[in-house]
T-cell receptor, first 116, second 113 residues
Framework: GAVVSQHPSWVICKSGTSVKIECRSL??????MFWYRQFPKQSLMLMATSNEGSKATYEQGVEKDKFLINHASLTLSTLTVTSAHPEDSSFYIC????????????FGPGTRLTVT | DAKTTQPPSMDCAEGRAANLPCNHS???????VYWYRQIHSQGPQYIIH???NNETNEMASLIITEDRKSSTLILPHATLRDTAVYYCIVRVGGGNQGGKLIFGQGTELSVKP
């Protein structure tokens, strides 16, 4: 299957700082990417849909000023957690949709964020 | 939005077929059923998807009932590495060429030796 990468795979930051997570589709172009968050022993929760060249669409209850999404190219989307707090500690997973062929959606390996 | 219902957990003996059921009684005519699995602390892995016909690939088979209200994912010869949480998802919006995947709670499959 197609490959989606994330960087970093894990990060620890201090409360009040900002953290940027990158998501790349390595062997296909993705007009649409998605960002999910997963807390321990819970399912994935969709945070936002990222569209190349336009503003992201956020799910209800997700603060767009706190979770900044930029989708500047067909292979790269970034999520910036601004002014991070301990409650933002979570597993962040991106996903990219392959819009040639059967529109499968592929997921990255995830980024573990710990805010101290 | 079509919702899915799955049993929270299942066990399967190694080497046997694992049959994972999913109910999606409110599915619309142009909504596809997708299956993903997630091994602990990894991103979800695509398995298979279908609309109304049964589908098979190298990983699994997907059987969709004629009324499309339920489906079954079949892993023909389960191995220990198939232990994971399996998610049945109905794509919300956009048929097969758009929309988004909303995850439910999934089925935790344990394959035992």
């Amino acid at each position: 299957g197609a490959v989606v990468s994330q960087h970093p795979s894990w990060v620890i930051c201090k409360s009040g700082t900002s953290v940027k997570i990158e998501c790349r589709s390595l062997d296909f172009q993705a007009t649409t990417m998605f960002w999910y968050r997963q807390f321990p022993k819970q399912s994935l929760m969709l945070m936002a849909t990222s569209n190349e060249g336009s503003k992201a669409t956020y799910e209800q209850g997700v603060e767009k000023d706190k979770f900044l999404i930029n989708h500047a190219s067909l292979t790269l989307s970034t999520l910036t957690v601004t002014s991070a707090h301990p409650e933002d500690s979570s597993f962040y997973i991106c996903s990219a949709r392959n819009e040639r062929g059967a529109y499968e959606q592929y997921f990255g390996p995830g980024t573990r964020l710990t805010v101290t | 939005d079509a919702k899915t219902t799955q049993p929270p957990s299942m066990d399967c003996a190694e080497g046997r077929a694992a049959n994972l059921p999913c109910n999606h009684s409110t599915i619309s005519g142009n909504e596809y059923v997708y299956w993903y699995r997630q091994i602990h602390s990894q991103g979800p892995q695509y398995i298979i998807h279908g609309l109304k016909n049964n589908e098979t690939n190298e990983m699994a088979s997907l059987i969709i009932t004629e009324d499309r209200k339920s489906s079954t994912l079949i892993l023909p010869h389960a191995t220990l590495r198939d232990t994971a949480v399996y998610y049945c998802i109905v794509r919300v919006g956009g048929g097969n060429q758009g929309g988004k995947l909303i995850f439910g709670q999934g089925t935790e499959l344990s394959v035992k030796p």
